[in-house]
């Protein structure tokens, strides 16, 4: 059965959503071998990388995880994430490919470079994730500037528009906005931002159950006011992926679901037993390139299965 999803057509409702499953090309072949119908790649930005800043570090909770790191760790640059999206297009088969762009502003001459660089690659669809913009105040101002943003991309792109809402968005006011704008489709919904002793603070995620019942009150504004939905954060088990979707998502995003299980675990969410996609040679949060020698960022603690640990 395939789904409809915008301007795409996927071999199902299940997508890996913009984490470190789909942040280079070995991790996007995994997506594939474990069934995924679509990933939306690690977000991209114009900007220039001076360093790494500080690298990934996880710490695992009972109920989920926390896992912290820099803007330049986390977000491609512009080339970085156009050059993987075209090889990533060459070895996807059947498994749908969605840039993620992102910036540091709401100034729309900095989102329209990097969208239509992804549009003239071939992209037919882009998330836009609005994650990096924590330190503006979501006052009428914002939401005037977000709508005059996403008018302008709307008017100059061919390509269709999928913003990514997180819990700093009012959802029924955002869900508006978008209608407004004339975006058909919407991405749900951001990891929660919080702050641990020990992680970096400004910067620093919580990914687990938690999130679930926030990811399903920013659905109900988005089925109620008519948009299409790729849903996720807090999807634990298959049973969270089946009340999304009666709940009206069109598809499921994942990350936190196989990072915990690894690549074969995404056939779960498919009512399927786990699939045979291979693995890493570390862990599936690792802060390494594949192939390269452990850094001990602490998302290894406890075996993966799947990985090659």
């Known amino acids: 059965m395939t789904i409809r999803f915008g301007n795409l057509t996927l071999g199902n409702h299940l997508a890996a959503a913009s984490s470190p499953l789909t942040e280079s090309l070995p991790r996007l072949r995994c997506c594939r071998d474990a069934g995924f119908g679509a990933a939306i790649l690690k977000s991209a930005a114009p900007y220039l990388r001076d360093g790494q800043g500080y690298g990934r570090r996880v710490v695992y ?74 330190g503006l105040t979501r006052d009428g101002a914002f939401y005037r500037a977000w709508e005059a943003l ?26 508006a906005l978008l209608v407004r704008c004339g975006v058909e489709q919407v991405s749900l919904l951001d990891s929660l931002r919080v702050d641990l002793p020990g992680l970096h603070p400004g910067t620093t995620s919580y990914f687990g159950p938690r999130q679930l019942p926030v990811t399903q009150a920013y659905l109900a504004a988005a089925v109620e006011a008519g948009l299409q939905v790729c849903a996720g954060g807090g999807v634990s088990t298959p049973a969270d992926a089946a009340r999304l979707l009666d709940q009206g998502a069109r598809l499921i995003q994942t990350a936190s679901y196989v990072l915990r299980r690894g690549f074969p675990a995404a056939g779960e969410l498919l009512g399927k037993a786990p699939s045979r996609a291979g693995g890493l040679d570390h862990g599936t949060w690792c802060d390494v390139e594949d192939g390269a020698p452990c850094e001990g960022c602490g998302a290894c603690r406890g075996r993966v299965p799947g990985n090659r640990l």
Not at 70 to 96: C, K, P, Y
Not at 109 to 127: I, S, V
């Open 150 to 175: 996403l008018r302008f991309l709307r008017e100059r792109l061919d390509c269709a528009l999928m913003p990514k809402l997180n819990q700093g968005l009012d959802p029924q006011e955002s869900c």
């Open 61 to 134: 909770a009972g109920d989920g995880y926390y896992a912290g790191a820099s803007f330049q760790r986390e977000i491609l640059t512009l080339e970085e994430g156009v050059d993987l999206f075209r090889q990533g297009r060459a070895l996807a088969g059947d498994m749908a490919l969605i840039p993620s762009v992102c910036a540091g502003s709401l100034d729309p001459a900095e989102w329209y470079d990097a969208c239509r660089a992804f549009q003239e690659a071939g992209a037919r669809l882009l998330q836009l994730d609005f994650f990096y913009l924590g």
